[in-house]
């Protein structure tokens, strides 16, 4: 009879089995007493999820047993243990491999018998993914018939947003429920812990009340917060792609393989790519009356089966979004015809999902932008000597900008003159007051060397009319009022331009935009008292080119009295008065009057959620805070629940610390939606209201933005675009990111159930 051998696994499961053994042996030193007490090491990892960069600090702790070595929930905040012994390090990594090897889930509760896990422990977990079985199981089902189900996973809020529970975990190996956060970082030494959900749930039937318990006790935050310093996200090195040019298709002839160069883009890149690739090659040199679905009209219909893809996809991303903005506006293009460009605005967090919302509320918001170039036009407009000054401006431009000789004397002096920069006149931005900031300010800079090429011309020059021109340029421009006037003018436009550009860009919300309006008015506000510095300032650009420091006194304009009047008007005699009452005050009035108007409905849109600012947070007292949210819930109670008010009070206690370093609602909303993602589950309210926040549009630059690709793709070569190719290929170019992940296996099935013709896929 012939012996039975062991096969290898089961020998490698003896072997595993013998040194877990021998791991669970007390080491001969404990039959011992010390007569000195011994002090280990253990170092201390934090790890931030903002950053790629593991800061390290190492600390000492004296020695204590297992059951002892709990540490307080602040304490938690700040470190966790880390056993440095070589020869314990060899033995953990030996059972680690064994774990791995032979289960599917190596980290299930079910593995660890340890009651407290040391820090090494912990990091694998942490490293190798978390015990979450997917679809219908395994779900073991009790007495009962009842069991767990994947639904338990996710929260829902009222108005309908999914939310993720990332720190509930299932253990196949036990068939019950647990927290991860409170398994691996549970202050067990507290009064509110739940021993229960560190070893097993499996009150099947009770287990939804059993959730909310638990996640919204005070022990379970601070488990989440230690688990999220902990959890480092590992990021993926993604190869740099092309971006999508908007280059024109067609050229001056479409017929494949003539060589003559007289094809478009589309045809030259399939003749450059046939001469590597064989397929190509041989579609190329087949001859003419061939299939080969590179003609005008192909390139069309793929042009609209990729958009429509596109389209489609976003359209799902759109409806997935608990809530979203509708941005509009609208340009002509070369064609003359007036295009629509909508923009649609959602938030998007990664690792979240979320349901349609129910009744949404709309609310109107006016281009915040737009309304503050209509706040320096009021300004310009009401006031003539203002629009005088620009029309000077923009002569001196034209003057210089229409005559290359011209142009070259005003560049040889700014060169002679040996400035850091070469900085050149500019025109007047035709659409953006905040533009004439860059024109304002180059002549205030080129001052002198403008005077010197005026100068130069009208000396040098044989043209009579350039002549004539020039010294009408140099008379009006060397003048005391104009030059207070370009001062004033260039303070103003600093202010507004830097409020432009904040509420131009792609990452501001209501929270920027109100600080920056709001110091923008304190600014003018401020300015309107300093009249004194803007003569100063003048004064020395006068200088420079020695011109009068006194205003001009013009002839005193008399009223002709009747006959039944007894006194005439009183009217200012001193020029500087005259100038400060007409000219300054005028204009600061106006625009500090337009901005308090024209953004009034805007700050009332924004005080509807004060309760989300961190300054008002660190500052109000329970009671304010509560009134505040009570009034969001009121305004949104079709998508915020009552329970708001409680969960805001809970995340100002948790996050009390944080909260007091942030600037602004974003900064919140990324605090408790991505650094301490676990908490999204527990303030599934909170995390509506800042989406909602975050939600709500400023202005249309976004919608301006995407005139920029109809003008290149749209030019005057391809004046002749039909619509749907200039949207497809618009739409196309614009969401590049989209239309990489299209599944083109998909798109030819499509195309061949729809057009095909000749051939069969």
Not at 359 to 383: G, M
Not at 607 to 630: H, I, V, Y
């Amino acid at each position: 009879m012939s012996k039975k051998m062991p096969s290898g696994y089961e020998k490698r499961k003896k072997k595993t089995e013998d040194q877990e053994k021998l791991l669970k042996l007390p080491k001969i030193s404990s039959f011992f007493s010390n007569t000195t007490p011994r002090e280990n090491k253990s170092e201390i990892i934090i790890k931030s999820v903002n950053t790629e960069v593991n800061s390290e600090q190492s600390v000492e702790l004296s020695s204590v047993d297992c059951e002892k070595s709990e540490v307080s929930a602040p304490e938690m905040l700040s470190s966790c243990s880390y056993y440095k012994g070589t020869n314990q390090n060899k033995s953990f990594d030996i059972v680690f491999k064994n774990i791995i090897e032979t289960s599917s889930d190596p980290t299930d509760i079910g593995h660890f018998k340890e009651i407290v896990l040391d820090a090494q422990t912990k990091r694998f977990i942490i490293e190798n993914g978390y015990s979450r079985p997917k679809a219908k199981g395994p779900f073991a089902k009790n007495s009962d018939g009842r069991s767990f189900s994947e639904k338990y996973y996710f929260t829902v809020s009222k108005s309908g947003l999914k939310i993720e529970r990332s720190w509930l975990c299932y253990s196949t190996i036990l068939q019950k429920a647990y927290c991860r956060s409170c398994w691996l970082f549970g202050d067990r030494t507290s009064t509110g812990f739940q021993k229960i959900w560190t070893t097993g749930y499996c009150d099947w039937k009770h287990i939804v009340d059993g959730i909310k318990r638990h996640e919204q006790s005070h022990v379970h935050y601070i488990s989440c917060l230690v688990y999220e310093k902990w959890f480092l996200n590992k990021t993926l090195n993604e190869e740099l792609e092309q971006s999508m040019r908007s280059l024109p298709f067609r050229g001056h002839r479409e017929k494949l393989g003539s060589g003559k160069g007289e094809n478009g883009n589309f045809i030259c890149f399939i003749e450059l790519l046939a001469k590597y690739d064989p397929v190509l090659e041989k579609v190329v040199n087949q001859g003419n009356n061939k299939v080969n679905y590179c003609s005008p009209k192909i390139q069309n219909e793929l042009i609209q089966l990729i958009s429509n893809k596109v389209k489609n996809e976003l359209i799902l991303n759109i409806k997935e979004a608990p809530f979203f903005s509708i941005i509009i506006d609208t340009t002509q293009d070369i064609s003359k015809v007036d295009q629509l460009s909508e923009i649609y605005r959602y938030c998007v967090i990664e690792k979240d999902e979320y349901g349609n919302p129910k009744n949404p509320s709309a609310a109107y918001v006016h281009c915040s932008a737009h309304n503050l170039n209509l706040v320096v036009n009021d300004a310009v407009k009401e006031i003539t000597e203002m629009e005088i000054f620009f029309d000077v401006v923009q002569r001196v431009f034209v003057f210089f900008g229409h005559s290359i000789v011209r142009w070259r004397i005003l560049s040889d002096l700014i060169k002679e003159s040996n400035s850091q920069n070469g900085l050149l006149i500019k025109k007047l931005n035709p659409t953006r007051w905040a533009g004439h900031y860059e024109a304002v300010f180059a002549l205030k800079i080129r001052f002198v060397e403008i005077q010197k090429a005026l100068t130069k011309v009208i000396l040098c020059s044989s043209k009579l009319d350039e002549k004539n021109e020039a010294e009408g340029i140099k008379k009006q421009i060397e003048n005391y009022n104009f030059i207070c006037t370009l001062v004033f003018q260039c303070k103003i436009l600093q202010i507004i331009n830097l409020t432009s550009k904040i509420l131009q860009s792609k990452s501001v919300d209501l929270d920027n935009a109100s600080n920056s309006l709001k110091n923008c008015y304190e600014q003018l506000k401020e300015y309107r008292c300093n009249f004194n510095d803007l003569l100063e300032e003048a004064n020395i650009v006068a200088k420079s080119w020695s011109i009068s420091t006194e205003f001009q006194n013009k002839r005193r304009k008399v009223v002709k009295k009747y006959f039944d009047e007894l006194c005439t008007d009183m009217r200012l005699t001193c020029p500087e008065s005259l100038f400060r009452v007409t000219i300054f005050n005028r204009a600061l009035d106006i625009l500090i009057n337009q901005i308090s108007k024209r953004f009034s409905s805007f700050h009332e849109l924004m005080l509807n959620f004060t309760c989300l600012q961190p300054s008002f947070l660190t500052s109000a007292t329970d009671l304010e805070l509560l009134n505040e949210a009570t009034k969001l819930v009121n305004k949104y109670d079709k998508d915020i629940s009552k329970t708001f008010t409680s969960e805001i009070l809970a995340v100002r206690s948790t996050l009390k610390n944080q909260i007091s370093q942030l600037n602004s609602t974003r900064d919140l909303a990324q605090l408790l939606m991505v650094k301490n993602h676990s908490l999204t589950a527990s303030f599934p309210e909170v995390c509506t209201a800042l989406l909602l926040f975050l939600t709500i549009p400023v202005t249309s630059a976004s919608a301006e933005r995407s005139f920029s690709k109809l003008n290149i793709i749209k030019g005057y070569l391809r004046s002749t675009m039909m619509q749907d190719r200039l949207s497809g290929l618009a739409l196309i170019s614009i969401e590049q990111e989209t239309a990489r992940e299209v599944d083109f296996e998909n798109l030819i099935d499509m195309f061949a159930e729809e057009k095909a013709r000749k051939k069969k896929f």
